[in-house]
């Protein structure tokens, strides 16, 4: 059976925050936040699990957004005095705090939802955490020093904490750790130079699977309207795979359906288990079965039988909550078509 499973978000409920935004406010605060925000994780790994989906996770409902989430708990940040700061090489602008000292972890960051999440669900159970180079692009540094130099402290000092939660994580029973990183499509040599090393810092110690997800972003108009910028074939995956196929992290999760990635580059992943993206997170045009097959027909062409898992190609928060759950049920009725295809 192919395995399936989701990059990581899912929308919220309505009663939680609100809908269809990448940085939504939250409807309640205090404990009743926190029941909202445990309620959701409940609703969503119950959703999961019925579509079908063999390895399931929180869908980050307990973070404003899969970046700022992370360092909300982080000290040495200054989220009281945000500024505008152009994300992604400036391809849009986002409201983000300042570090403003040396970091430091306050204590546990998702240890709520992970044991929530493990103690209802017998399926894998994926985790996500946003990688250190995509940190370090969603922060403004005031501490670390200027340029590419800078910019490695700064994500090496992020990639300690993150290794910090992650085993915290694995302890709390996560059976793969996956890690954000949309920067890797953007800053591709220093990806490559620096940035899985600092994602090999961020996973050292786990003996559970370590995953890393690499996109072109959520469905929003921003990054549609940069897409149409890369013209006929992107090829941004060819300059990280190599360094990624060299790493220790087990699973590479990239897009596939509706994108222009020559398929052919999933070669470079050989030995790495590979999440092919099946569903289009920028259309709400539910996928058929067939589609679905199809995609996974296509990556089998590149990637073995046994290391293929149908998954989204990013993750699903910005979209509508009913457009979100027809997409899982497609996910897992698609990947039962290629298991009876491909046999
Ligand atoms: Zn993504």
């Given at each position: 059976?192919f395995?399936?499973?989701?990059?990581?978000?899912?929308?919220?409920?309505?009663?939680?925050a609100?809908?269809?935004k990448?940085?939504?406010?939250?409807?309640a605060?205090?404990?009743e936040?926190?029941?909202?925000?445990?309620?959701?994780?409940?609703?969503?790994?119950?959703?999961?699990?019925?579509?079908?989906?063999s390895?399931?996770?929180?869908?980050e409902?307990?973070?404003?957004?899969?970046?700022?989430?992370?360092?909300?708990?982080?000290?040495?940040?200054d989220?009281?005095h945000k500024?505008?700061?152009?994300?992604?090489?400036?391809?849009?602008?986002?409201?983000?705090?300042q570090?403003?000292g040396?970091?430091?972890?306050?204590?546990?960051?998702?240890?709520?939802?992970?044991?929530?999440?493990r103690a209802h669900?017998?399926?894998?159970?994926?985790?996500?955490?946003?990688?250190?180079?995509?940190?370090?692009?969603?922060?403004?540094?005031?501490?670390?020093g200027?340029?590419?130099e800078?910019?490695?402290?700064?994500?090496?000092?992020?990639?300690?904490?993150?290794?910090?939660?992650?085993?915290?994580?694995?302890a709390d029973g996560?059976d793969?750790?996956q890690?954000?990183?949309?920067?890797?499509?953007?800053?591709?040599?220093?990806?490559?130079?620096?940035?899985?090393?600092?994602?090999?810092?961020?996973?050292?110690?786990?003996?559970?699977?370590?995953?890393?997800?690499?996109?072109?972003g959520y469905?929003?108009?921003?990054?549609?309207?940069?897409?149409a910028?890369?013209?006929?074939?992107?090829?941004?995956?060819e300059?990280?795979?190599?360094?990624?196929?060299?790493?220790?992290?087990?699973?590479?999760?990239?897009?596939?359906f509706?994108?222009?990635?020559?398929?052919?580059?999933?070669?470079?992943?050989?030995?790495?288990?590979?999440m092919?993206?099946?569903?289009?997170?920028?259309?709400d045009?539910?996928?058929?079965?067939?589609?679905?097959?199809e995609?996974?027909?296509r990556?089998?062409?590149?990637?073995p039988?046994?290391?293929?898992i149908?998954?989204?190609n990013?993750?699903?928060?910005?979209m509508?909550?009913?457009?979100?759950?027809?997409?899982?049920a497609?996910?897992?009725?698609g990947?039962?078509?290629?298991d009876?295809?491909?046999?």
């Amino acid at each position: 059976m192919f395995r399936t499973a989701i990059a990581g978000s899912l929308p919220k409920p309505s009663w939680l925050a609100e809908t269809e935004k990448l940085w939504p406010e939250w409807k309640a605060s205090g404990p009743e936040l926190d029941r909202a925000k445990a309620d959701a994780t409940l609703l969503w790994l119950k959703v999961q699990e019925d579509a079908g989906l063999s390895v399931v996770g929180d869908g980050e409902q307990s973070r404003q957004h899969f970046v700022h989430g992370f360092l909300a708990r982080v000290e040495g940040i200054d989220f009281e005095h945000k500024v505008k700061m152009g994300i992604r090489n400036n391809r849009y602008d986002a409201m983000v705090p300042q570090v403003t000292g040396p970091l430091r972890l306050a204590g546990r960051v998702h240890a709520m939802e992970a044991r929530l999440a493990r103690a209802h669900t017998d399926r894998q159970l994926k985790f996500t955490l946003p990688g250190p180079m995509t940190i370090v692009d969603t922060v403004a540094d005031r501490f670390y020093g200027e340029g590419k130099e800078g910019r490695i402290k700064l994500a090496f000092a992020f990639a300690e904490l993150l290794n910090q939660e992650a085993l915290a994580l694995e302890a709390d029973g996560v059976d793969i750790v996956q890690f954000d990183e949309p920067a890797f499509n953007v800053y591709m040599a220093e990806a490559a130079e620096w940035g899985v090393a600092a994602l090999e810092r961020a996973a050292r110690g786990l003996k559970c699977k370590t995953a890393v997800h690499i996109c072109y972003g959520y469905g929003i108009k921003a990054n549609v309207d940069w897409k149409a910028t890369l013209g006929e074939q992107w090829r941004q995956y060819e300059q990280v795979f190599p360094a990624l196929s060299k790493s220790a992290i087990d699973q590479v999760s990239l897009e596939c359906f509706h994108s222009q990635v020559p398929p052919e580059l999933m070669r470079l992943l050989e030995g790495k288990d590979v999440m092919v993206g099946v569903i289009d997170v920028a259309s709400d045009v539910i996928e058929t079965p067939e589609e679905i097959a199809e995609t996974i027909g296509r990556a089998l062409q590149f990637v073995p039988r046994e290391r293929l898992i149908a998954c989204t190609n990013c993750g699903l928060a910005p979209m509508r909550r009913e457009v979100a759950e027809a997409k899982l049920a497609a996910l897992a009725k698609g990947a039962a078509l290629a298991d009876a295809r491909f046999a």
